[in-house]
């Protein structure tokens, strides 16, 4: 069966996920980084999505419904609200908002969310319920806009056609380079192949709608969309232009420091999660998605001989990925995290601060359903690099994944509405 979506593996994950995680535990477990604490600093959040920190300790936080609050510490116990975007943003299923991203250079605030309308739509249609969510219904799109306080309301970006209740809006973050980069998925069926029919509401030349957007840059004669792919927004401009594409749900973002590289936490569908490599000063890479998953090619759509599919199989140009995360397997043998369905939800570089030096220059990703983070050590040439480690177990649900104030790292729990900071206190 394919990935669930969000919204409906949170039930998964208090039920039967847990349970079976304890069920494979043993003696021979890898053991989680020691000397590390598990805090909660900040409560009362409803289901936040993303977390961002300015340099006067104040903290930013963005939920799902499309209400961003404002903190003005860590520890505080009420917030103000910055903005609401109201009926704008369409929350049914794996939709809301999604991304929250603060310019460094002058805290400006920005947000990827699921816009209640088409693309091309001026005004939100208003819905609060839709009985078609499942079936494709209900065609929504993706923003990217700039939000003053009080709500007014700036698009930059406007796309990511989306038909079904997944693979919607992504992750929103700034590189160093003052770029912003934002991801989404390709809003298509995950129960069938799909190449846009019936109905085609996307507007997707013939045979190239569906999980088939994600390939939209590999058909020449057509504008190039942005669904299923990574782009770079130059906020100053307003313009964009795609840093990768053929990824399914490129649910979060993490730029290593003081490189070119950008990594990609894909939620893969039947077969494997994907940690994904760009390389932004090289040519735009091609992940493969929906022909290809884990680096081989996907059986569903190969036996279905899709036309793009068979092109690609041809050509054999497609990036693999850095690492692929069996869906079917443990990530690392004995970890305890369990297997069977998984979902990449957090993915951040440490910096630096009070870890162990070990830890400079490391990645950092979470899993939302199995409830671990683990870690992936830079090597000689200060890359991360596999054999990964386990770094926590047992935590909340985390769904991002980010470092903060003093360095640490820090995750949102999607479901007890928390913001936990990882310290290490030694030992």
Request: aromatic share 8%; with cysteine.
């Amino acid at each position: 069966m394919a990935r669930r979506p969000l919204a409906l593996v949170v039930l998964l994950a208090l039920a039967g996920a847990v349970a079976a995680t304890l069920a494979l535990r043993d003696a021979a477990a890898p053991l989680p980084a020691a000397g590390f604490e598990d805090t909660i600093v900040l409560r009362g959040l409803r289901e936040p999505l993303g977390v961002a920190f300015t340099q006067d300790g104040r903290v930013f936080v963005a939920e799902k419904k499309g209400a961003i609050r404002v903190f003005p510490r860590l520890g505080a116990r009420s917030s103000s609200l910055w903005a609401e975007l109201g009926e704008k943003t369409f929350t049914l299923g794996d939709r809301g908002l999604f991304g929250l991203a603060l310019d460094p250079r002058d805290e400006a605030v920005y947000v990827l969310y699921t816009f209640d309308g088409p693309v091309e739509a001026t005004e939100p249609v208003g819905r609060t319920r839709c009985p078609e969510l499942f079936a494709g219904g209900c065609v929504v799109s993706g923003r990217l806009s700039r939000i003053e306080r009080g709500g007014r309301e700036k698009v930059l970006v406007a796309g990511w056609c989306q038909q079904f209740a997944s693979h919607g809006v992504g992750d929103l973050v700034f590189g160093a380079d003052g770029v912003l980069y934002a991801s989404g998925g390709e809003g298509a069926s995950y129960q069938r192949v799909d190449t846009g029919a019936p109905g085609n509401v996307c507007g997707d030349p013939r045979g190239e709608g569906g999980a088939l957007r994600a390939q939209d840059a590999s058909t020449p004669g057509d504008p190039a969309g942005v669904s299923g792919s990574v782009i770079a927004v130059d906020v100053r401009r307003g313009s964009h232009r795609l840093v990768a594409y053929g990824l399914r749900n490129p649910f979060r973002l993490a730029p290593r420091p003081s490189s070119d590289e950008l990594w990609i936490g894909d939620v893969g569908s039947t077969r494997s999660d994907e940690l994904d490599v760009v390389d932004l000063g090289r040519a735009l890479p091609n992940f493969g998605w929906p022909c290809y998953e884990g680096g081989a090619p996907l059986r569903s759509y190969d036996e279905a001989g899709v036309p793009i599919c068979e092109r690609l199989y041809a050509a054999e140009n497609v990036i693999a990925p850095a690492r692929v995360l069996p869906r079917d397997e443990e990530v690392l043998s004995g970890d305890g995290c369990g297997q069977g369905t998984q979902a990449i939800s957090g993915l951040a570089f440490y910096r630096g601060g009070s870890y162990p030096a070990r830890y400079r220059g490391a990645l950092f990703f979470a899993d939302f359903l199995r409830r671990c983070i683990w870690v992936a050590l830079p090597d000689a040439d200060g890359r991360a690099d596999p054999p990964l480690e386990l770094f926590r177990r047992d935590i909340a649900n985390p769904v991002k994944l980010v470092t903060g104030p003093g360095g640490d790292l820090y995750y949102l729990d999607f479901v007890g509405g928390t913001l936990h900071r990882l310290r290490y206190v030694g030992g």
